[in-house]
């Protein structure tokens, strides 16, 4: 999927969101952005630091993907390697992918998608149709038309997510960050409100043909209401006959071999569809990243970059 105007995850905004974790690098080209950050152990201060990249968090979304390998090939020896994950809408063919990043593009997690052309509540799992219906007696569900007057309630509503399963790194966002993503262009908020108090909301950016959910989140109180069947199948009815796909993202990727984690239950039970979003990266700079390793004792193993195992994103 190549975007005419960015919106969502290719907008300038929202990488300028992310700027605490790097410095946002603009793909003329293809219309992407990366994050620039010094390697480890850097001074970031110094004009002779190394520096890398790594896409915007959960995606790497790009206006023109056929000219993405442009964009990093003109990045040879600036920086010494750069790493994302694929919007799988957007450039989901592995061979492709290899053309743009020949060091490593592997399956990172199946996204759970509705193609809404043959997606039909009313064929949901007994479960699924229970829960979303006991929930929705109790909470009503509105599509807010200013997403940004909403910035007080969602900041605490992610305070606890983040809490709850203890958030750390680019995952927890930060105050600012929701006051850029919440103005972003293609930003949709459903909010869910019960005896006059939100309990709980969903945020989704809407790109072309997909709307993609972004976050949700709920309190206490929403959680005790099983909220979030409320908002997701309020979600397919407002979608349907404005996009084509939803993609619902992936499940937590926790759950040992064999065995799936609630969340992955959660999203393939609204789901008709899956596609793959690939980890992707590149070595910019081979003769600085071999030093690296070598400098470090480090083997070229299946990390990438190597040198970042162990850290946060």
Not at 71 to 82: F, I, M, P, Q, R
Not at 169 to 181: K, N, P, T, W
Not at 279 to 284: A, E, K, N, P, S
Request: glycine share 10%; with cysteine.
């Amino acid at each position: 999927m190549n975007l005419r105007e960015p919106v969502g995850y290719a907008h300038p905004d929202y990488a300028a969101s992310l700027a605490g974790f790097g410095m946002p690098r603009r793909l003329p080209a293809s219309g992407g952005f990366l994050l620039e950050r010094p390697l480890p152990g850097a001074d970031a201060g110094s004009a002779s630091a190394g520096r890398d990249a790594m896409g915007c968090y959960p995606l790497l979304a790009c206006l023109d993907w056929d000219r993405l390998g442009e964009d990093l090939a003109a990045l040879e020896g600036k920086l010494v390697s750069v790493a994302a994950v694929a919007d799988p809408f957007g450039l989901d063919d592995p061979d492709r992918l290899r053309t743009h990043f020949p060091d490593r593009v592997i399956p990172f997690k199946d996204h759970f998608v509705a193609d809404l052309e043959r997606h039909d509540l009313a064929a949901l799992s007994r479960h699924h149709r229970y829960y979303a219906k006991r929930a929705l007696a109790r909470a009503g569900i509105e599509v807010c038309a200013e997403p940004s007057q909403h910035l007080d309630e969602w900041t605490d509503l992610y305070a606890t997510l983040c809490a709850r399963h203890d958030l750390r790194g680019i995952q927890a966002f930060s105050r600012g960050a929701f006051e850029r993503q919440l103005r972003v262009p293609g930003i949709v908020m459903l909010r869910a409100r019960h005896e006059g108090t939100t309990v709980g909301a969903h945020l989704w950016y809407v790109q072309g043909e997909v709307a993609y959910s972004h976050l949700a989140a709920a309190s206490p109180r929403g959680y005790d209401l099983m909220v979030f069947y409320a908002l997701y199948w309020a979600a397919c009815e407002h979608f349907r006959g404005r996009v084509r796909f939803i993609d619902f993202g992936a499940g937590a990727g926790l759950a040992a071999a064999g065995e799936e984690d609630g969340l992955t239950r959660f999203k393939r039970g609204w789901a008709n569809a899956t596609r793959t979003a690939y980890f992707c990266g590149r070595i910019l700079d081979r003769a600085r990243y071999a030093k690296i390793l070598s400098d470090r004792g480090l083997e070229d193993g299946g990390y990438f970059p190597a040198y970042r195992k162990g850290e946060f994103a």
